[in-house]
């Protein structure tokens, strides 16, 4: 199989936060990148800003992930404006808190599509690049309450936890063709949040901090470089020992 460390990154709610770090952490590693958001904000052009600093070209595509006509245009014109895909990394999420009790369907329906509908619908978009040219990663990212559970947020742990049986799926399916599909798991992470959710109050981390967005942003470069091909499947965890498994 042949390796490759550069080529056209498709990074998923690229504009802030973790999507931004590792889109500009990808960008120094000598990847162009297609950042797809459902909007576009001050956080798109500092994004593109940045990768562009490290001498990379960034293209912006406003889509919402569970529209796979908008995602499948959004493909087509980063191939055509940028190249194949050879890395795909899902970040997009919704993260909410409300008793089970009182979570309606359309807030399900929601938090579910766009984490694990979005990674399902991405990943079917970015494959045959992938498949074509014998190489590809894609990088999904879970969440550790997907792996511990929590209290208020049964459709966000839900979501999560299908991030993590998505990646061992195509893992499996696709490790002959030259991808490798890995999990990225972050704990508690210093971004900018409109709040602080409850399960992210009065933890105990081990380590005695939160982490760092180029952290978990670090573990993702890991999964996509040529050092990782022998990585697929596995859930890389960046939680500062809150969960060990």
Same mark, same amino acid.
């Given at each position: ?131 074509? %040219? =014998?190489?590809?990663?894609? $990088?999904?990212?879970? !969440? ?5 559970? @929590? #209290?208020? /947020?049964?459709? &966000? ?43 992210? %109050? =009065?933890?105990?981390?081990? $380590?005695?901090?939160? !982490? ?5 942003? @670090? #573990?993702? /470069?890991?999964? &996509? ?21």
């Amino acid at each position: 199989m042949t390796e490759q460390t550069t080529g056209v990154a498709l990074v998923t709610g690229a504009t802030r936060n973790i999507g931004r770090s590792i889109a500009v952490g990808l960008a120094e590693d000598g990847y162009d990148i297609l950042m797809m958001a459902r909007t576009k904000g001050e956080g798109s052009d500092r994004t593109i800003e940045e990768v562009e600093r490290r001498g990379r070209r960034a293209l912006l595509w406003t889509a919402d992930v569970r529209d796979q006509d908008a995602v499948l245009a959004g493909v087509d014109r980063g191939r055509e404006e940028l190249g194949p895909l050879s890395v795909l990394v899902n970040n997009a999420a919704v993260r909410r808190e409300r008793d089970f009790l009182d979570i309606d369907r359309m807030d399900w329906d929601e938090v579910v599509d766009v984490v694990l509908g979005g990674a399902f619908v991405c990943s079917q978009a970015a494959l045959p690049d992938m498949v074509e %040219r =014998g190489w590809g990663r894609i $990088v999904n990212i879970a !969440g550790v309450t997907g792996q511990t559970g @929590a #209290a208020r /947020r049964a459709h &966000v742990v839900t979501a999560k936890a299908g991030i993590v049986g998505l990646t061992k799926a195509l893992a499996h399916e696709y490790a002959a063709s030259g991808v490798t599909v890995n999990a990225v798991s972050p704990g508690l992470i210093d971004t900018v949040r409109d709040h602080v959710p409850e399960p992210h %109050r =009065g933890k105990n981390v081990p $380590v005695g901090r939160t !982490g760092g967005v180029t952290e978990v942003a @670090a #573990a993702v /470069r890991y999964l &996509v470089g040529a050092d990782a091909g022998f990585v697929t499947g596995q859930t890389l965890n960046v939680n500062g020992g809150i969960h060990m498994v």
